[in-house]
């Protein structure tokens, strides 16, 4: 009868062993956006593939709309191991201590996606992400979203049109030097609290690409949108550095793989759901779309050009140098 018991016990022991050798790595990705965003459709691609590719030996978990984390909270999550991947804004790095980041928020120092792949895709890209990993962070890819307008309850054609607006912005110093720059008072404020702030009157209104504003409905508290495209928007994907160094080497080869097949998914999805979210917009009727002529463009340029100076030490000037090098951008000569 003991030795019954004691092969039972055995037997349930061995097999709970086996279930547990077989049970997936489960990698919880938590963001703030909407599911029907850029970032959104790529995590959940990143997903499916890593399932096919790992053939079920990992179960990518994604938390959309902040359901799990919001901005602060999400970066702290990641450190303390309670969920493995996140892919913040670009915008967000400053609080972590890695202001470099914020380069990207340089207004109109990107005119285009092929300037920015040239940073994001090459070798100051990898550079930048390697800061992260003093951090306990390992950063796996760049994902776009797009260029960013300005939005409120006033029209916006000239700079001077936001002056004395209270601006909700991300958590990024440049993007407050950006703010004063044209006179109007920055307000940090969680992505996920932008919504009712703008609603309520808190603030008077933000930027962001279409596809964020869109997929909150930002449009229905905003009566004016002004397509600037000041600035760019974009991520880092990025994971907890000692949970991904431990995973089993073929298992972490199958979702660097996806990630890649993710992060092509992502950037050739960008542009266009971005301009459908325009089309909406414009569909809804509830805010004005403005395009500003090449003048008023060249305006908001000039406007926001001192941000770069200003800000320069902030990031480092040798990697500002860098990306001018690369992009042809000169804020003395507009
Ligand atoms: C924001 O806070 O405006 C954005 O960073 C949200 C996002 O993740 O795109």
Known sequence: MKLRTLFIGLAAATFSAIAMAQAPVVIKFSHVVAADTPKGKASEFFAKRAGELTKGKAKVEVYANSALYKDKEEMEALQLGA???????????????????????????????????????????????????PKGIKGLAFWDNGFKSFSANTPIKAPGDLKGKKLRIQSSKVLEEQIRALGALPQVMAFSEVYQALQTGVVDGTENPISNLYT??????????????????????????????????????????????????????????????????????????????????????????????????????????????ETGFDPNKL
Do not use: C
């Not at 670009?90 to 340089?106: C, S």
């Not at 092509?264 to 917009?281: Q, R």
């Open 83 to 133: 969920v493995q991947m996140l892919a913040p804004s670009l915008a967000k790095f400053g609080p972590l201590g890695v202001k470099e980041f914020e380069v990207f928020d340089f207004p109109y120092i990107f005119d285009d996606t092929n300037e920015l792949h040239r940073i994001t895709q090459g070798p100051v890209g990898a550079a930048m992400l390697a800061k992260l990993e």
């Open 216 to 325: 909150q409905k930002m449009h229905e508290v905003q009566k004016h949108l002004s397509l600037t495209d000041h600035g760019y928007l974009g991520y880092a994907v990025i994971v907890n550095k000692k949970f991904w160094d431990g995973l089993p080497a073929d298992v972490r080869g199958q979702l660097e793989q996806a990630m890649k097949e993710a992060t092509k998914y992502a950037n050739d999805i960008a542009k266009e759901e971005n301009d459908k979210a325009l089309d909406g917009v414009r569909k809804s009727g509830k805010t004005a779309v403005y395009v500003p002529t090449k003048e008023e463009r060249l305006a908001f340029k000039k406007a926001l050009a001192p941000v770069h100076q200003k800000m320069a030490d902030r990031v480092g000037k040798d990697l500002l140098q860098s990306i001018y090098k």
